[in-house]
């Protein structure tokens, strides 16, 4: 690992994500899963939920586990990390 302070989350948003600015609510989560607390992120449908665990899984080191509970849902965020340059795959009862 380098020495390089890792990238400015509203960085990683514009150049990996392609998005200009966050939803009300996303930056707070992220920053709190970025210094390392515990956190959730309670949001309506459609208000950006999955960024909130994609962002800091693209700054972090590790593996990120997502639970879901439709294999539709896996499916269609696998391919779009995919297509963001991201190691990703879905297990399940299939």
Same mark, same amino acid.
């Given at each position: 690992?380098? @020495?390089?302070?890792?990238?400015?989350?509203?960085? #990683?948003? /514009?150049? #990996?994500?392609?998005?200009?600015?966050?939803?009300?609510? *996303?930056?707070? =989560?992220?920053?709190? #899963?970025?210094? +390392?607390?515990?956190? &959730? @992120? #309670?949001?309506?449908? +459609?208000?950006?939920? $999955?960024? /909130?665990? *994609?962002?800091?899984?693209? &700054?972090?080191? @590790?593996?990120?586990?997502?639970?879901?509970?439709?294999? $539709?849902?896996?499916?269609?965020? =696998?391919?779009?990390?995919?297509?963001? @340059?991201?190691?990703? /795959?879905?297990?399940? $009862?299939?």
């Amino acid at each position: 690992m380098s @020495g390089a302070p890792p990238p400015h989350p509203r960085r #990683v948003l /514009t150049e #990996v994500f392609g998005y200009d600015a966050f939803r009300p609510g *996303q930056e707070t =989560v992220i920053r709190a #899963v970025l210094a +390392g607390h515990d956190c &959730i @992120g #309670v949001m309506p449908t +459609g208000a950006g939920k $999955s960024l /909130t665990y *994609q962002l800091p899984a693209r &700054i972090l080191p @590790g593996t990120v586990l997502v639970l879901s509970p439709l294999i $539709s849902l896996m499916k269609d965020q =696998v391919d779009a990390l995919r297509e963001l @340059g991201f190691r990703a /795959t879905a297990i399940n $009862s299939t």
